[in-house]
Every structure is written in structure tokens, then in C-alpha cells.
């Protein structure tokens, strides 16, 4: 292994112009730990909002810092009581963070192994999008038959929402502009524009109602999704940092369940059932 590596790496807050490249000793993993050789790396907004110190009340950066918490790639070296994994094996996950690097340490408990169908930018992606959708799928208890509305279904995590919830037998009634509701209906979603009036939108498509409901954007769209419902009960959100005002619950996914589910979401990919 080499001795050094490239990484991206900030030293202060701010905008794009903080990241640079910069050239570090290679790390050895601790105990249940092991080094991706990373080939691919998702961006997630959480990225920009902890470097831009969106987060710092909450989530204090510690700098100096490398962005990017999930990763795809090789294994490269495991640590003690790693067990599953093996030097060469070909994994996917989330790391927390250091995953804009040509190597990143991982806990091996958060990595689940890639299908070779898979691509390795698409293993990237899906490590925070699959876990998320996963946990709030688990969370308003969909079942098979109901419909369920996904505000903000075109972005990242609702792309993944709707193809899981789909996959479920559910019916996905999905909120986005209307330059993507051509991509919506690719996914077998009724697309629906967001905005004001979206409960009256929504009815005119659920002519037997709707049995829960999923906030993947947070712009201010949980009364109409609450009305919708007809109640607080099944609606979930990632984004609107005032659900609880509302009753609604706030999505924190599981990260014990994010093997497992990493491997169903793949699983999925590689199949053709999801994309």
C-alpha cells in the first residue's frame, strides 16, 4: 500500500472555494475497522451544509476535515475483529465522513458487500438515500395495496422512496415540478406539481384516499399532507425541522439496519427493479 494519498480537505467554514487537495499519510485501521480504497464517492447535502457551518449548533465540524460519507471500492487492509471482509472484496457504504479520498477508513458493521451488476457510481449513491427511505418506509408502516404521497419524489432520497414504496405494492402519488413528472411516471409514480393547492391536486388523483404520507423536501408542504391523511399519525419527514409541532415524526435513520438494507437496495439495483 502506498504511503500517502490524496484527499479533499477543508481547514475552515465556508463556500467551495475552502475544499482543496491535499496529500496525507495513509491511515491503518483500528479494531472492526476497514480501508476503502474509495473508486467512487456520493454527494449528499449534508456535505456543503456541515462545510458551510449550516450545521455547526448541531454538528460541530472538526477540522481539519474531509468531506463525503458514502463510498464505494475495494478493500484495501482490515483491522482486528473484522469479520466478513477480506483484503480485495468489493464494498459499499457509509463512512460518516473522509469519503472524498482515493482511501477512506470505514466501520466495517456500515459497509455491505457490491454486486458485481452494480455500478460503482451507483453504489455510491446509494448508501444515505436507501437507509433514509428504508427507515421512513418502516416508519409510517406502508403496506402493500395503500397509497402513499412522496413531496419532493425527484430528488435523491424520494427517487429511491418511490422505487422501494413501488416495490412494496404500494401506490406512489409523487410531488415535483412539472419538468419531472415525465421522470415520475418513469418510476410508475402518479406525479402531482408541489405548491400551493397540493391537497386539492392530490385528491383529484387518490380517488380512494390516501393511507400515508412522506416529506422529502421540507417546504413547508406537511399541513397539506396532513390533511391529506387525515392526520398526523402516518406522515414522516426528513427536512421540516418543525414536524414535531405538527405531530409529525422526524426521520433518523437506523444505522444497525443500514448493512442489511444496503444489500436489499442493491440487491434491487442490480436486478433492474430499481435504479
Known amino acids: 500500500m502506498t504511503e500517502t494519498y490524496h484527499a479533499v480537505q477543508y481547514t475552515q467554514y465556508g463556500g467551495p472555494e475552502v475544499l482543496g487537495v491535499v496529500e496525507l499519510q495513509a491511515p491503518h485501521p483500528g479494531p472492526r475497522e476497514v ?35 458514502d463510498v464505494a471500492g475495494d478493500v484495501e487492509e482490515t483491522g482486528d475483529g473484522v469479520c466478513g471482509l477480506t483484503v480485495g472484496d468489493e464494498v459499499f ?6 469519503g472524498y479520498a482515493e482511501l477512506a477508513l470505514a466501520p466495517a458493521g456500515q ?20 437507509n433514509t427511505a428504508y427507515q ?14 412522496v413531496d419532493g419524489a425527484a ?3 424520494g427517487t429511491v422512496t418511490v422505487q422501494l414504496a ?21 418510476l410508475t409514480a402518479e406525479p402531482v406539481t408541489y405548491g400551493d393547492g397540493l391537497a386539492e391536486r392530490i385528491r383529484v388523483l387518490s380517488h380512494k384516499g390516501v393511507d400515508a404520507a412522506l416529506d422529502m423536501a421540507g417546504k413547508g ?15 414522516a419527514t426528513i427536512a421540516a425541522f418543525n414536524a414535531a409541532e405538527l405531530g409529525v415524526r422526524f426521520v433518523s435513520a437506523d444505522t444497525d439496519e443500514l448493512p442489511k438494507r444496503l444489500a436489499r437496495a442493491a440487491a434491487l439495483a442490480a436486478s433492474g427493479e430499481a435504479s
Open 35 to 69: 480501508l476503502v480504497r474509495v473508486l467512487a464517492a456520493g454527494v449528499n447535502p449534508i456535505a456543503w451544509k456541515l462545510r458551510t457551518g449550516a450545521l455547526a449548533a448541531m454538528m460541530p465540524v472538526e477540522f481539519p476535515a474531509v468531506p463525503g460519507g
Open 93 to 98: 457504504g457509509s463512512i460518516g465522513s473522509g
Open 111 to 130: 459497509l455491505a458487500r457490491k454486486p458485481e451488476a452494480v455500478s460503482w457510481e451507483v453504489a455510491a449513491a446509494l448508501p444515505v438515500a436507501a
Open 136 to 149: 421512513a418506509l418502516t416508519d409510517i408502516g406502508l403496506k402493500p395495496g395503500e397509497t402513499l404521497v
Open 155 to 157: 430528488g435523491g432520497v
Open 166 to 186: 413501488r416495490h412494496l405494492g404500494a401506490t406512489v402519488i409523487g410531488t415535483s415540478s412539472e419538468h419531472n413528472h415525465e421522470y415520475l411516471r418513469s
Open 221 to 235: 408542504s406537511l399541513p397539506a399532507l396532513i390533511d391529506v391523511v387525515g392526520g398526523p399519525e402516518r406522515v
